[in-house]
């Protein structure tokens, strides 16, 4: 119905569905998805003469040159340099002392270890494979099925676009025109939310199946531990410490605070003597593999939406939903549906830079606010991390532990269903992502 509608406000032709079909083409085909965007983008621009041929090499520039995404690099950069100087173990003893007190406790604290991790490096695959490798094992051993146990860190690791700092938050602010730093204060209750979602799940589910045990110990005893584990890694909170109060505090910008965290982790690692020279080559090619797959992906993804919006397409869509109906209840529905489907088939950046400007005017006719559509938009997609056919962190995990794919994304419908009434709270309540923002923004 609502494509019917779109169909009938806005004249789409083969300039529209050529594009779109040589897009499903390639991917199918296992074509890099940048490569895709950029294919169907150049033939939408020939096709509909949105934008000169000539003009698309200066338009691919202008769309990566932009101060805000300097900052993308430099958090994949801090999270790699966290691994490999072995501070994410002292973030897993922290959480492990926090949580032994309960059942299920390591559980539990590899799902706290993911929010810590996603607070330095903004990223899900990264969180998803540093804790998956410390994890995963010692969940089995815990008494956890491995499926499991994959599904709990792949869950787990979406915190890493929904915690911030978080790239994605980057990115949306740059296509909106949107202060990355008001975004990561929006998006603090959120992120936390549905953290605590995915505990709350997994201590249900823990309960329901009794996998780990624990939790015998007296106060005395648990103190001690806990004391032990801060004495002996509390120096690794001083990153995500500079980073949040850097950001937070107005005194440094994200891409600052990225810079400074990636030096202060490097010194550590040096004073530590868990980092060499010698491991700068392999850390920086592996940071630079996957900031090469986010920044074409935005370069080729911000000429397809200029074309989009000048075939009108953004304006044809506001028309058609309000067609169907006019009632603000079932629109933010529909655009959550919508928002997880693409999260299920395609990664978050490209669906940012493509959907945002699509469906902002249609959160903008409803009165949604735009803080709150950014973060509901960003959430519902992260929910498309741990659902087929392409949730991100199940490839991951399967990728590290060789497990079934699809066993591992049946043991995540739990996680699935708790993150989508967060989700849905996100949408229908304003405060939860404007609790901590000036007047002006609410």
């Not at 491991?279 to 996957?290: C, E, G, N, R, T």
Request: aromatic residues 10%; neutral net charge.
């Amino acid at each position: 119905m609502l494509w019917n509608q779109l169909e009938q406000t806005v004249e789409l032709g083969w300039d529209f569905y050529g594009p779109v079909l040589l897009f499903v083409l390639l991917v199918a085909l296992a074509v890099p998805v940048w490569a895709a965007i950029g294919a169907s983008a150049i033939l939408m621009l020939m096709w509909s003469g949105a934008l000169p041929l000539s003009l698309v090499g200066e338009s691919l520039f202008h769309g990566i040159d932009h101060f805000a995404l300097t900052a993308v690099p430099l958090f994949i950069l801090t999270g790699d340099v966290l691994v490999r100087t072995g501070l994410s173990r002292k973030f897993l003893d922290v959480a492990e002392a926090l949580t032994q007190f309960a059942k299920g406790g390591f559980g539990s604290a590899t799902v706290l270890v993911c929010g810590m991790f996603a607070a330095i490096s903004g990223s899900d695959a990264a969180g998803a494979a540093a804790v998956g490798r410390m994890t995963i094992d010692r969940l089995v051993e815990s008494g956890y099925p491995r499926p499991y146990a994959c599904a709990l860190v792949a869950a787990g690791a979406c915190t890493g676009i929904l915690i911030p700092p978080s790239i994605a938050y980057i990115i949306i602010g740059l296509v909106l025109g949107i202060s990355a730093s008001t975004l990561f204060l929006a998006a603090v209750i959120p992120g936390l939310a549905i953290l605590v979602s995915i505990l709350a799940t997994n201590i249900i589910m823990n309960r329901l199946n009794g996998w780990e045990g624990g939790g015998n110990m007296s106060a005395g005893e648990y103190f001690s531990r806990l004391g032990k584990a801060l004495k002996s890694g509390w120096y690794a909170f001083i990153v995500p410490g500079i980073i949040f109060y850097g950001i937070f505090s107005g005194r440094l910008t994200p891409t600052e605070a990225g810079a400074t965290a990636v030096v202060v982790t490097i010194f550590m690692g040096f004073f530590l003597k868990t980092l060499k020279l010698s491991d700068f080559p392999a850390m920086l090619v592996s940071s630079a593999k996957v900031n090469g797959v986010i920044l074409p992906i935005i370069a080729f993804s911000l000429p397809l939406a200029q074309a989009l919006a000048i075939m009108g397409v953004p304006q044809g869509f506001v028309a058609a939903a309000t067609g169907v109906s006019d009632e603000p209840w079932v629109l933010i529905l529909m655009m959550v549906g919508i928002l997880i489907a693409a999260g299920c088939v395609m990664e978050t950046t490209p669906n940012i830079v493509i959907l945002a400007p699509i469906l902002k005017p249609l959160a903008d006719n409803i009165g949604m606010n735009e803080i709150q559509f950014c973060i509901m938009m960003i959430t519902a997609l992260g929910v498309g991390f741990i659902t087929p056919p392409l949730g991100l962190n199940l490839f991951v995990v399967s990728g590290i532990t060789g497990e079934s794919i699809l066993k591992i994304a049946y043991r995540a419908v739990p996680f699935v269903l708790f993150m989508l009434i967060v989700t849905l709270m996100i949408a229908y309540i304003p405060g939860i992502s404007t609790a901590f923002l000036p007047d002006i923004y609410k």
